[in-house]
């Protein structure tokens, strides 16, 4: 076959990209409330698509048909299936206390000397319960914020254990939609990649305990309210299913289910239509990540049919000196993954947009695709956890009445996580691919 690596068909990426980041900058220096998202990425990436099949039909490339191709890809089609189940599972779970449950089981186990380190954990267990960081921000952000006030401790310094608690939580989440949207660009289970994951962040979590168990004071914490502790089981039989290797959608439609069967039995006034609109509810929260996401497999399929993936390969091959070692392959899948995040400001966008290239990366360099998943995961959500115009910092800030810059310096967990993920790839003993089954070494 004819060498069709083209640096041209990255333009309309770039567009993108442009659009939405310039859109972001403009508003937010016009001073717009969460200007990253005043122009909506499945908008912004209309004329991209426009120019990519403009480009497919100079080169000859049946453009339609490619995009249509892209979009109905099973990958993209089942990632589109899961988001929505966990959308619904997410809301039905909240709407039936049990965001309230988790949060106040977290505070009522808390010493009065670990308060920080106790938020961090809190936050960190609720957003791998309820799959967002931003959900998880909202929830626990004013109740460390009375914290704070109580025991006259730094609004930032605690607010910033909340930020990293949710990332750490976020990340390893199995109904994230950045974890969806990694395992399903890198064709590995859920099981695989959180097991991946864990080896970074378990030792990132426990270093941010310490760290903040030194920066912290003695303060009371009051739970917030009081709900059924039993409410919070539908979130440990999802977690327990996933972790198993259950396929994820028969895990997340029995998650529904189970929260659902506990809305009826603990939940005052909760039935069967409340039931059916908040999972109705659930799909609705989904539909923006839906379509950038039919619309991103789309927009990929010309950009590979263009040449596009493979010019990008290229240039990373080159950048490591020719070198197709793994080590190589995992800082280059790592560097598009927190560069796509830097400029689109929302780490699962920016997995949408890598996964492909981080893929093709990943199959040049014998990295495997656990292996792929779990960095494009980390990386992106390092960046978006230190990102001072990122969604999960300026509500935060917002929140806490302090400046976002100010905030992101707290957020130590995700720098740590960086840092030892960096940490990992640089090991010496990891330098050559790993002895294992085929799919291991297939990357």
């Given at each position: 076959m004819p060498d069709r690596a083209s640096a041209t068909a990255l333009i309309p990426l770039l567009l993108f990209l442009a659009l939405f980041l310039g859109a972001g900058v403009y508003y937010t220096a016009q001073g717009v409330e969460m200007g990253f998202y005043q122009l909506r990425a499945p908008v912004a990436i209309l004329p991209a698509l426009a120019l990519a099949a403009w480009l497919a039909r100079r080169r000859g490339v049946p453009a339609l048909d490619t995009l249509l191709a892209g979009m109905g890809h099973p990958n993209v089609v089942l990632m589109c299936l899961v988001f929505l189940l966990a959308g619904a599972f997410a809301t039905v779970s909240r709407q039936i206390g049990a965001v309230d449950a988790v949060v106040s089981l977290g505070l009522n186990m808390l010493p009065a000397t670990l308060i920080l380190p106790g938020l961090f954990l809190v936050a960190g267990f609720v957003a791998l319960s309820v799959g967002t960081s931003m959900g998880t921000i909202a929830a626990v952000t004013p109740i460390a914020l009375g914290v704070a006030e109580a025991?006259?401790?730094?609004?930032?310094?605690?607010?910033?254990?909340?930020?990293?608690?949710?990332?750490?939580?976020?990340?390893?989440?199995?109904?994230?939609?950045?974890?969806?949207?990694?395992?399903?660009?890198?064709?590995?289970?859920?099981?695989?990649?959180?097991?991946?994951?864990?080896?970074f962040a378990l030792p990132a979590a426990l270093a941010t305990v310490v760290l903040l168990a030194v920066l912290g004071d003695s303060a009371p914490v009051q739970a917030p309210g009081s709900a059924s502790p039993w409410l919070a089981l539908p979130y440990l039989v999802v977690l327990v299913l996933a972790v198993a290797g259950v396929n994820v959608v028969l895990v997340l439609g029995i998650g529904i289910a189970i929260a659902g069967a506990f809305g009826f039995a603990l939940a005052p006034a909760y039935d069967l239509p409340r039931?059916?609109?908040?999972?109705?509810?659930?799909?609705?929260?989904?539909?923006?990540?839906?379509?950038?996401?039919?619309?991103?497999?789309?927009?990929?399929?010309?950009?590979?049919?263009?040449?596009?993936?493979?010019?990008?390969?290229?240039?990373?091959?080159?950048?490591?000196?020719?070198?197709?070692?793994?080590?190589?392959?995992?800082?280059?899948?790592?560097?598009?993954?927190?560069?796509?995040?830097?400029?689109?400001?929302?780490?699962?966008?920016?997995?949408?947009?890598?996964?492909?290239?981080?893929?093709?990366?990943?199959?040049?360099h014998a990295v495997t695709p656990r292996r792929a998943a779990s960095l494009l995961d980390i990386f992106a959500c390092v960046v978006q956890g230190v990102l001072p115009y990122g969604a999960q910092i300026l509500l935060a800030a917002s929140l806490a009445t302090v400046s976002p810059l100010q905030l992101a310096g707290r957020i130590h967990y995700s720098w740590i996580l960086g840092a030892i993920a960096a940490g990992f790839m640089l090991w010496p003993a990891r330098a050559m691919p790993p002895m294992g089954t085929g799919a291991d070494r297939a990357g």
């Open positions: 025991a006259g401790m730094d609004r930032a310094l605690v607010v910033g254990a909340v930020v990293g608690g949710a990332m750490f939580g976020d990340n390893l989440s199995i109904i994230s939609d950045t974890t969806i949207a990694a395992t399903r660009s890198q064709g590995v289970s859920m099981r695989d990649k959180f097991r991946e994951n864990v080896r039931f059916a609109g908040d999972v109705y509810l659930g799909y609705e929260s989904m539909v923006e990540i839906v379509l950038l996401s039919l619309l991103i497999g789309g927009l990929a399929a010309l950009t590979q049919a263009l040449g596009g993936l493979d010019w990008i390969a290229r240039q990373i091959a080159r950048m490591a000196g020719g070198r197709r070692g793994r080590r190589a392959g995992e800082f280059g899948i790592a560097a598009l993954a927190a560069g796509s995040d830097a400029f689109t400001a929302n780490n699962t966008v920016a997995i949408l947009v890598s996964g492909p290239v981080a893929k093709e990366i990943a199959e040049r």
